[in-house]
């Protein structure tokens, strides 16, 4: 079935497919930025963008992962929005079909399909995010009941983004306070030192709460396989579990019409255009960058924003992806705010500190994703002094209402539903 075209569009046609973090800052960056000289139109196979990184505060009951409809945001941004999964494009036609049946056109194609996460080893729990929160509260009530004396989380793959199991793991140890004595905790991690990305300051602090929450850290260790309740390490060692909490392995969604390398990724230049086509980008986890994270995704975005906008006639100089981590580390305690320029060198221009580092003070962080959910959803990120400091509390208050019917533009509706 093909969109009917008679109507010419207003401005460069643009089409971005996937609603989650990169697709939603390119929309609303792109809109900033280019005004009216795009038409934009957004499409993904569900109609709803999840917050998932408070996936994690979920099971101790200090945050919620809230959802909200992009229809919504979509027609908030002058955006239409089509419901549909990707599955091929034809680059010398710029035109895209989705599995549904629909062919869509575009003069500049913006590809935010997001990784695919896969489960790393056949046992235990693979917490991928808002799915898994009912199974995690499970094993977390199991450890209470001393059905299960020791617990073991693993990052699998170092093609992922390792905080949630810093966080999970933290959290754990917190939650069960004096009951840590009678439940053993471990942490494997490939990295060479925990959460190395962000440089020798944020890993000394992370050691430090590791070794307080009497957590067991097993750094440059790849958890390769595990079975009957044993967890075997390369280069060498193994580790006997009652329960295992793995992160997943991340991979690319191989498109027909599209270049990908062996696991589905999709390699850019710097300013996002996908390598060998001159219409196509991409932003986010889909690509070859190998850090796979919400603000990295958010950067990526602005950069292929700012690139499609000066083609659409904007005034703007377009800057290119210069990546700079932020992590908002949840520990059960005071939040850890993680800052770091990832130049390749050895992270000397890192910061961590207790005060916010950056406004709002969001987990994900987007120039234009971030204001509009502190703004839209009630994004209330940790507070910077929080009165408990035992109790933080990172909520999205979904202050709008629940309802999924009438959306006004310029506003959004939060949801609750299938995740
Ligand atoms: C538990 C957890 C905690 C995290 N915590 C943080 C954090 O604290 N800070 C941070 O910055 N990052 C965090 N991340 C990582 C962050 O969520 C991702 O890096 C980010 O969402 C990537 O953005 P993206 O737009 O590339 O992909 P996604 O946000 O995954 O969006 C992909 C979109 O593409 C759509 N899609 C998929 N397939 C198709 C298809 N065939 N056709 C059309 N559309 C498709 C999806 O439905 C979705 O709308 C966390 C991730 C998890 C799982």
């Known amino acids: 079935m093909s969109r009917d075209t ?30 009216e000289r795009v038409d934009i139109e957004l499409v993904a196979p569900e109609p709803q963008f999840w917050y998932r990184p408070l996936a994690v505060a979920e099971p101790f009951a200090a945050g919620h992962a809230g959802a909200f409809e992009l229809a919504g945001v979509a027609s ?32 500049v194609l913006v590809l935010a399909l997001g990784a695919r996460p896969e489960q790393a080893l056949k046992e235990g729990l693979t917490f991928r995010g808002p799915a898994d929160v ?87 260790k790849h958890a390769v396989a595990a079975a009957g309740g044993i967890l075997r390490l390369a280069p060498t060692g193994e580790l006997p579990f009652d329960r295992l909490v793995s992160l997943p392995r991340l991979r690319g969604q191989p ?58 006639g904007a005034p703007i100089t377009p800057q290119p992806f210069r990546p700079v981590l ?28 207790a005060e916010p580092l950056w406004w709002p003070p969001a987990k994900i962080v987007g120039r234009y994703l971030a204001p509009f959910l502190a703004e839209h959803v009630g994004l209330t990120a940790a507070s910077a002094r929080p009165a408990d400091p035992c109790a933080v509390v990172v909520d999205v208050a979904l202050k709008l209402a629940t309802d999924r019917a009438a959306v006004e533009p310029g506003s959004v509706t939060s949801v609750q539903g299938e995740r």
């Open 6 to 35: 008679s109507k010419p569009p207003n401005g460069l046609r643009v089409l971005i497919v996937g609603g989650g973090v990169a697709g939603l800052e390119t929309m609303m960056a792109l809109r900033a930025i280019a005004e």
């Open 76 to 107: 908030a941004y002058g955006t239409r929005f089509t419901l549909g999964a990707l599955a091929s494009v034809e680059p010398e036609r710029h035109i895209v079909r989705t599995t549904n049946g629909l062919e869509l056109p575009y003069d």
């Open 134 to 220: 009912g199974a995690f509260s499970r094993l977390l009530f199991a450890l209470e009941e001393g059905e299960a004396r020791s617990l073991v989380f693993a990052i699998p793959s170092a093609t992922a983004w390792p905080l949630p199991a810093y966080e999970l793991a933290l959290m754990t140890a917190k939650h069960l306070g004096d009951r840590t004595d009678e439940v053993r905790l471990a942490l494997v991690t490939p990295e060479r030192r925990p959460l190395a990305l962000f440089g020798a300051a944020a890993s000394d602090a992370l050691e430090r709460l590791l070794e307080e929450r009497g957590i067991a850290l097993h750094a440059g």
């Open 255 to 312: 498109i027909p019409g599209i270049p990908h390398d062996r696991h589905g990724f999709v390699s850019t230049d710097a300013s996002g255009r996908v390598r060998g086509l001159d219409d196509v980008y991409a932003a986010g986890d889909i690509t070859s960058f190998p850090v796979k994270q919400g603000g990295l995704a958010a950067q990526q975005a602005d950069a292929v924003a700012e690139s499609v906008a000066a083609r659409a």
């Open 326 to 353: 932020r992590g908002l580390l949840l520990t059960g305690g005071a939040p850890a705010y993680l800052r770091s320029e990832i130049t390749g060198g050895s992270g000397e221009a890192s910061t961590v500190a």
